[in-house]
């Protein structure tokens, strides 16, 4: 299938703003799809609110856009009420970390069988350009005119901390990754994290002097590394690429299943 | 001795009636004076290959079962007041999406943590306006324990019927009371089904197209209509929208299928009520006590009456207004500062003879309470 067949071209023009990174993510994410053979039906795609949780609207699976930060938590609901069901969850930074911060690492420790993506882009685009968890100390945004004093989250190793058993990260420049990585995440059983960085050149872009959508993703190019390469062990400050944490532990519908075998039997 | 003869708690008997009407999925949170219903549950739903999950809070409970009632599963969850104000954001998705799902609030002091381990009613108002923008809504409640089982039971039918979150709200007295219940044999109350498409695969399926009888007949999440659930107004296939049009379509349509059924909707039950010259009303746990004080009083001659509600959103106006027409006085009795009071008195023709009866401090309001109060309203007080 051509990843037209994927969209909803109902929907049609999107909502995102020139140069922004989603449809990166939205366009690799339907590769990986596309490339794993899953049928249309067995997808479901929870979202929340903000630039990324627009995502659902666009793709032509079964598709729960619901209210701010909650999204892991509606998705709990549908993965538990059908585990054979693939759910998929996109995600901003503030949506999973702010308002949902809660929701994600519980669902991170429960190891549930959802795939989070974190779509950061280190700002709150919808409403305009506002410092999130992720835009880290000394960020310009319309809510830290002076300079961000907030310190960030390590997404990769929140989720590890918490329990997700598979962790990824790249970013809109490695588009081919992005395939790659979402392809393994869903792949997984448990719950897993791929963090992309997406750029906003809107907002964080222009709040920050980074400059154009290429010149950002420039940046990705040049501030990022293969996990384990020589060039970390030169310069620190890299942010590693790639799988950064997978383990083998037991998934949470699975482990209901017995709950309810056991209990059955005992009736 | 008859297996269905149980003498159980208030919330056990809310745990029975939501099973035999089909529950199969609970999420929730603990919380008193609510609590039971979840441990019971967590014990009850996988025997019978249901599903049961402890949510980190209420929000993630509503959510939840939410997004299990879209796999087409019959979903519960149930709190108490800190609880109920955590869910009213996902509460009002639901309304807006129009997911089937009950909720349960055994209510306790408020507000804030106020009193976890007392009865109050204080909730009936947050359970017609606690989620923001207009919307129609439907809550029920019960005062013993045959009630609670048939009213559960309704509120599942009215959620399914209705396409609409159903509120349960009870009260601690009746959540932690144990009383005889006589559990009904299976198909002797009936239960209403989910209604599903009759669409078929590939032909263009509107899931938010109303039928002529207004039910929207769903799809289930891995079935093979892939649509759009949103919270945003959408139009007939779920795409967000702010046609004006559509926004005041979907805006009538979500008020106008509760209040243009409230005949439907109204549960209640009356005593003494033909040549009553004094009314109670009254519901939930409060209901008790004025029904006692009318069973004592009619012997004596005093023309006493009650009436019970049980379906509290959307208020029956009509009904009280003519049930009232000739009382030369009216009581409510509640546990809190006047909320139903302030419903009926907008339902009658004269306000002026509409009194409250209540307690507002944590204790059970006695007959001896009401018949305190009643002297007053009766001109023969101190």
């Not at chain 1, 703003?17 to 939205?26: A, E, F, M, Q, R």
């Not at chain 2, 306006?129 to 309704?154: E, K, P």
């Not at chain 2, 007939?236 to 439907?264: A, C, E, Y």
């Not at chain 2, 049930?323 to 306000?351: F, H, M, T, W, Y």
Request: hydrophobic fraction near 40%; charge should be neutral; proline fraction near 5%.
């Amino acid at each position: 299938m051509a990843i037209k067949d994927y969209l909803r071209e109902r929907f049609f023009p999107h909502m995102w703003c020139p140069g922004c990174g989603h449809g990166i993510v939205l366009n690799n994410m339907l590769r990986s799809i596309e490339q794993l053979g899953l049928s249309k039906n067995e997808i479901v795609m929870v979202s929340g609110i903000g630039c990324s949780s627009r995502i659902s609207g666009y793709v032509d699976f079964h598709t729960l856009h619901t209210i701010h930060g909650r999204a892991l938590a509606f998705a709990t609901g549908v993965k538990l009420g059908l585990p054979e069901l693939n759910v998929i969850v996109p995600m901003g930074d503030g949506d999973a970390l702010a308002i949902g911060g809660n929701h994600f690492i519980h669902a991170a420790r429960r190891n549930i069988d959802i795939t989070a993506i974190v779509m950061n882009n280190r700002i709150y685009g919808m409403t305009g350009g506002q410092f999130s968890p992720l835009s880290g100390i000394g960020t310009m945004a319309t809510t830290a005119p002076f300079r961000n004093i907030d310190h960030d989250f390590d997404v990769a190793e929140l989720s590890k901390a918490a329990g997700a058993t598979f962790v990824a990260r790249t970013t809109t420049f490695h588009a081919k990754q992005i395939t790659d990585i979402i392809k393994q995440a869903i792949l997984h059983e448990g719950f897993s994290v791929v963090e992309i960085l997406t750029q906003c050149p809107t907002y964080f872009g222009r709040k920050n002097r980074e400059g154009s959508a290429s010149n950002m993703m420039e940046l990705y190019k040049k501030n990022t590394t293969p996990i384990g390469s020589q060039a970390k062990q030169e310069n620190p400050e890299l942010i590693e690429r790639g799988i950064l944490h997978e383990v083998e532990a037991p998934e949470y519908c699975n482990e209901y299943d017995k709950i309810i075998k056991a209990a059955m039997k005992g009736k | 001795m008859d297996p269905n003869i149980k003498f159980i708690q208030g919330n056990e008997v809310c745990v029975e009636a939501a099973l035999y009407a089909g529950l199969n999925f609970f999420a929730g949170y603990p919380i008193t004076p609510s609590t039971e219903i979840a441990e019971h549950l967590a014990q009850k739903l996988p025997e019978q290959g249901g599903k049961f999950i402890q949510m980190e809070d209420e929000i993630a409970s509503m959510a939840a079962i939410i997004g299990a009632s879209l796999t087409g599963k019959k979903v519960m969850t149930a709190t108490s007041g800190p609880g109920f104000s955590l869910m009213q954001e996902a509460l009002g998705y639901a309304i807006m999406t129009e997911i089937p799902c009950v909720i349960v609030n055994v209510m306790r002091g408020g507000p804030s943590t106020g009193l976890p381990t007392s009865v109050g009613q204080g909730d009936v108002m947050q359970a017609r306006w606690g989620t923001h923008g207009d919307h129609g809504i439907i809550a029920l409640t019960a005062s013993n324990h045959q009630d609670v089982f048939s009213i559960t039971i309704d509120a599942f039918n009215l959620a399914e019927t209705y396409r609409t979150p159903v509120i349960l709200l009870f009260d601690e007295v009746v959540g932690h009371m144990r009383e005889k219940l006589v559990v009904p044999e299976p198909g002797e109350i009936p239960i209403v089904e989910r209604l599903r498409t009759s669409v078929k695969g590939g032909v263009d399926y509107h899931p938010y197209l109303p039928r002529e009888d207004g039910r929207l007949p769903m799809s289930d999440f891995g079935g093979v209509h892939r649509y759009n659930v949103t919270g945003l107004y959408h139009d007939m296939w779920g795409f967000p929208s702010n046609n004006p049009s559509v926004v005041q379509g979907l805006h009538r349509h979500l008020n106008d299928k509760i209040t243009n059924n409230v005949n439907q909707i109204s549960r209640y039950k009356e005593y003494y009520l033909e040549d009553a010259e004094c009314i109670l009303i009254s519901y939930g746990s409060a209901a008790r006590s004025a029904l006692h004080v009318v069973q004592e009083r009619r012997p004596r001659g005093e023309k006493l009456g009650l009436l019970e509600l049980q379906t509290l959103w959307p208020f029956p106006y009509q009904m009280i207004k003519e049930k009232c027409e000739n009382a030369k006085s009216i009581a409510v009795v509640e546990l809190n500062a006047g909320q139903v009071l302030r419903a009926v008195k907008r339902a009658v023709n004269d306000p002026e003879k509409v009194f409250l009866a209540n307690r507002i401090d944590g204790v059970f309001i006695t007959p001896v309470d009401i018949r305190n109060m009643l002297r007053f309203v009766q001109g023969r007080g101190a």
